[in-house]
């Protein structure tokens, strides 16, 4: 099938052809399928869930999904498990917990626990976003265990980034320090009738209270008390998600959020093209030795080395136009 | 003072050069004195102590410096709280915890709380442990709060990384789960005085044996219960990092680490000097607009906006050589 008829069956919603795309797309990051999809993307509400693990995540996303059914919306999930040696939980932890979703067209579900580069990751995490996004499901979800390069990530490719944390466990405390609060536009202290929620709750808001950057000026993050497993609500999360969505709508906020996505999309791809072929270059044989035994070495330092890199990549081009 | 002077007082071992150096590569990360320093560096055991926060790396690492003193090592530190709000408690705090080092030559410490770009941040950080390298401090101490891109960005730099976690908290369970374990070449469980620390012990030791890859053949990370405040262990784990970066020295690994660290340097250089300002060039006005805003108007894809950028940026560079 080629890249149009796929991209003109994903239009249609054809499932086996969003399937297909998201294998692709995993597969070829960054490629010519992902590339012929983007015109057809921008409709989706993208949403990132976020947090420590063991926060109930994906519990979490499973329980919106029915809400968001429930209300008539499609929903997709993108849930990224960054290689880990206990992965494989990821995708057998979606299929018991999504089960119930099972055979309902309106929801796509797909664990990636891609190992290897984190670049490629985040790459291909957005493609699946977008291959969503073009099939037509209205919330596209984006899930991410909550640590690691794939949190930064996650805020730069949604709209609404949802921070989870668990009471006790210092979680609270975590999501202060480890500059959270920046990319949080909603809170969500999660297994909320465990001890501790409220004063995770309290904790959570006199930090905001304190003067965190607010991500965008006129919305206040909000911070809410949700347990999914007492299906407590998750329907006020739902409504504050998008009440989120709304709020960007009306103002610049929804383009300037558009236009991250086509920033953090254009950086990974410039380095794709640009820096990976001379990292690649820089451990090959050269007159003097590969570049990095000779960094290594200390025989040439990293300014040089990048000039050096940059001579013979121009005198590569040179001799193939000469010639 | 010259580059070139900076450089030779540095190498004396000249405080105030230190100082300065390491002002300078905090306000020019990748700069030419960083370069003039390269050659110089490749002496120092580099630690990367990193782990959650609240897990109490800088008091950790205030212990171990009392060790390594006391066996006539020189230390040098460099704590990286990567931009927060509540940032600021981190100069403070190691001011106060660091401060029985206070006139001694043979402990530098700086704090490193840039705000502003992660990338940044991370070379800000390499070029501060050159410094200290350089100034021949034989253990330099590489502490991040563990979270975020720094903590990738650690293991990165090091030649040991040792992930701190407190008993209790599911900071264990997090451990495993955020792809950590692949990083570790020591664990420590920390405050180990509370309860839980055999739970968190026996968590990690059973995560390790159900076969967490080694980072090296033949290096099995040993897990370590440490707690700073009653001085228990601190020894042991300082005779676990020399065992490590001895271990390391016996074989090949050492200079894996080295060429992981010099790849990691011309990544950043790189992504510096060829990937930034085609970002730059993408938000400014071109004939047919922004190629950002094309981009998030869907008039264009990725693929197609790295093609003009390059293909602008090939048309300057033979405007340039024409003229």
Redesign the interface.
Known sequence: MTDTDLVRAIQHGDRRAVARALTRVEADP?G?L???L?????QAHVVGITG???AGKSTLVAALTVVWRAAGRRVGVVAVD?????SGGAVLGDRVRMGRHHGDVGVFIRSMATRGQ?GGLAQAAADAVRVLDAAGFDRVVLET?????A??AVADECHTTVVVV?P????D??A???????IADLFVVHKADLPGADAAVAHLRS?LD????AREPGWEPPVLRVSAVADTGVAELAAAIDAHGDFLGRGEAW?RR??RR??A???R???A???AP??AR?DLDGPAGP???R??A??L??????DQ??AARAGAAGAAAAA
């Open positions: 960054g010519p992902a590339a012929a983007y015109r057809h993307t921008g420590s693990p063991g960054p290689s880990s040696p206990y984190v265990a909550g640590a690691g390069q949190e930064v668990a006790g466990g210092g979680d405390i975590q202060l320090k480890a500059g959270i609060l920046e930090a304190l003067g965190a950057p383009v558009e236009r086509a920033e999309e254009l950086r791809q410039l380095f093209r640009l820096v001379l990292l820089a570049v990095v035994e960094l290594v200390r025989q330092d990293p300014r040089a080395a990048v890199l940059l």
